[in-house]
């Protein structure tokens, strides 16, 4: 599980250093091998061990093909899916049309979200994070009913 959040800096060729915490974990999981793909609703990228991506491909490659909902995902991020290896130094080159796609400058906050990481431009991530904390009450009625019975 990925955990944590980690504000990083994007070096001049767009690679990312993986912290160290996590580096391990990924050298056990997937020997280093990543894939990087766009989030369909926000302007961030998700990033996931291969096995765990591999996962998610067989599904979306098994909807049904006439469906244009399951179309739209397909094309997204199997499309938009980049395999990255790990390099010696624990860095991560993220491809030019994955970071313009997130506007991926220098400052940049990686997310853990259990199975993946979500890599956000800081900017971006600290204003749409003020956002949703001061997001509605009533938005938390729209929550799944296993949500709703946690007890945080």
Not at 26 to 43: E, F, W, Y
Not at 97 to 113: C, M, S, T
Request: charged share 30%; glycine share 6%; hydrophobic share 40%.
């Amino acid at each position: 599980m990925f955990r944590g959040i980690h504000a990083l800096t994007l070096d001049a060729k767009g690679r990312l250093a993986i912290p160290s915490k996590h580096r391990d974990a990924l050298a056990a999981q997937c020997l280093g091998r990543l894939v990087c793909t766009i989030d369909p609703d926000s302007r961030c990228l998700w990033l996931y061990p291969l096995p765990a991506w591999e996962e998610i491909e067989h599904i979306l490659d098994g909807l049904p093909s006439l469906d244009q909902t399951a179309r739209r995902m397909q094309r997204l991020l199997i499309g938009h899916a980049t395999e990255c290896d790990l390099d010696a130094q624990g860095r991560l080159l993220l491809p030019p049309p994955l970071r313009e796609f997130a506007a991926l400058n220098k400052h940049v906050v990686l997310i853990g979200q259990g199975k993946k990481f979500e890599i956000w431009d800081e900017a971006e991530w600290n204003g749409r994070r003020e956002e949703w904390l001061k997001s509605d009450a009533r938005d938390y009625q729209q929550l799944p009913d296993e949500l709703k019975k946690l007890s945080l």
